[in-house]
């Protein structure tokens, strides 16, 4: 039977004919099967080769079969072992099952109850292998995905982020537009010991002032006009989970005590509702705004700008992750190739070139979009400079060179020309010191002065 190639079972028996006769039996139902006339022997194979199932008489000359399953179980504790026997007593059964053997069969015995007893322990030692390869991935640290961190400023936000997810602290992320604030949120969450819960984020930017307060806390039945029926706020659909509130600066400040309230209470009242509801929800909130001035001009508490930001972390803008660019770039590609259906491998030096000196000004979310659209209308095997936007290339010349004093122009083009080297060696520093004609100590010591972490590793 297909279901049961590439299970192995091992027969251990001193008789001949029981051995062969158990073997037909089980390679008819589709088993890899291999004899034994011995413990001793079976214990050789048992070095060489794994078996899923080990089926062996209890009467064996020499080592008894319970001897042999104690051995079975300290080589490989997977390993399920039936034991047969024509002496079979209450105590025998007992020992075995204690030693870990998975069934006890008393001769004479019927095929059936062999291939059942094959099958049972085969389902058995399945799920065992299961639940170890799940608590191991328990145990190893997650990963999270869709993060591009080779710049030493993003390398050091993901240490932290690494840090802060299995705490309950509320965190809040700042940065531009553009660079990510929920792709951290939600690497938090994954990385947390509510990541089997839900990650529920709400733009409180995009929602009217009037209903912010019914979407956050939820609302009793005739509260308002319009409340037909009572609505769970975002605070109870994520209790248990992580709430990302986005744009938290365009709360408006009456709204801002009851948010505060239910942060450090840890419970809410709906609209029109008089009993506070207890929530658990760990809190990440995000802005492209100054908050801080904010609080100065009154336009944001200042308490609950404190408790929000109880770890702050500020994502750099784009152009000051250089070293992100062009992996982004390539991520992105290989993320739109299926869907578009275009087997575009990469990009031209030329199109990096303007990649690197754009200044990125829409940051992560437009690389994304020049990317989609540069895919859109190339039919090469690469990106070309010509299929990217024409006022993006104008804006892309090298003008930064001539900015500041000559020691940081000298310094800025020294950095694009080694990063440049590395991302076309893929990191190959002996490749590229040879490139760029530096021994590979003085090529290091470019690497610690110009700051280029990231890539040194």
Not at 24 to 29: A, D, G, T, Y
Not at 50 to 58: A, H
Not at 172 to 197: C, D, Q
Request: aromatic share 6%; with cysteine; net charge positive.
């Amino acid at each position: 039977m297909a279901k049961n190639q590439g299970k192995h079972i091992l027969i251990v028996d001193d008789e001949t004919n029981i051995r062969h006769s158990l073997q037909k039996v089980l390679e008819r139902e589709g088993y890899s099967v291999r004899v034994a006339a011995t413990a001793e022997e079976a214990l050789e194979l048992l070095k060489k080769r794994k078996f899923q199932v080990v089926l062996s008489d209890q009467k064996l000359p020499g080592m008894s079969g319970l001897d042999l399953l104690r051995k079975i179980k300290e080589m490989n504790p997977a390993t399920e072992v039936v034991l047969i026997t024509g002496y079979g007593t209450v105590e025998t059964a007992v020992e075995a099952m204690k030693e870990g053997a998975y069934d006890f069969i008393n001769k004479p015995f019927k095929r059936i109850m062999i291939t059942k007893a094959v099958a049972k322990a085969l389902e058995k030692q399945a799920l065992s292998e299961e639940n170890r390869y799940l608590r191991s991935r328990l145990l190893e640290p997650i990963q999270p995905e869709n993060i591009i961190a080779k710049s030493s400023a993003m390398t050091k936000i993901m240490e932290l982020v690494q840090r802060v997810a299995p705490l309950v602290s509320t965190v809040l992320i700042t940065g531009e537009s553009g660079t990510g604030k929920e792709v951290i949120a939600r690497a938090i969450h994954r990385l947390s010991p509510r990541r089997n819960k839900q990650f529920v984020a709400i733009n409180c930017g995009a929602i009217p002032e009037n209903l912010l307060e019914s979407e956050l806390f939820g609302h009793v039945k005739g509260s308002f006009t319009g409340a037909v029926r009572d609505k769970e706020g975002f605070f109870k659909v994520a209790s248990g989970g992580t709430l990302f509130l986005d744009e938290i600066g365009n709360v408006p400040v009456n709204l801002q005590v009851k948010l505060l309230r239910a942060i450090e209470e840890k419970a809410i009242i709906p609209v029109g509702g008089t009993q506070p509801i207890p929530v658990d929800i760990r809190i990440i909130a995000a802005t492209n705004r100054n908050l801080e001035e904010q609080v100065e001009s009154g336009l944001f508490r200042e308490d609950l700008f404190y408790r929000l930001n109880v770890v702050g972390i500020e994502l750099p803008p784009l152009r000051e992750r250089q070293e992100d660019i062009l992996p982004l770039a390539h991520y992105f590609i290989e993320k739109n190739r299926k869907i578009l259906g275009k087997n575009i491998r990469g990009l031209t030096p030329e199109a990096e070139d303007v990649l690197l000196h754009y200044p990125w000004k829409g940051n992560i979310r437009e690389l994304e979009n020049v990317i989609e659209r540069a895919m859109i209308l190339c039919d090469e095997a690469f990106l070309r400079r010509e299929d990217l936007p024409a006022n993006m290339c104008s804006a892309a010349d090298p003008e930064i060179f001539f900015n500041g004093n000559l020691k940081e122009a000298v310094h800025r083009f020294e950095k694009k020309f080694i990063m440049r080297t590395l991302l076309k060696t893929k990191n190959d520093k002996r490749l590229a010191a040879q490139q760029l004609g530096l021994s590979l100590s003085s090529l290091y010591r470019k690497l610690t002065e110009l700051g280029i972490e990231g890539e040194s590793k």
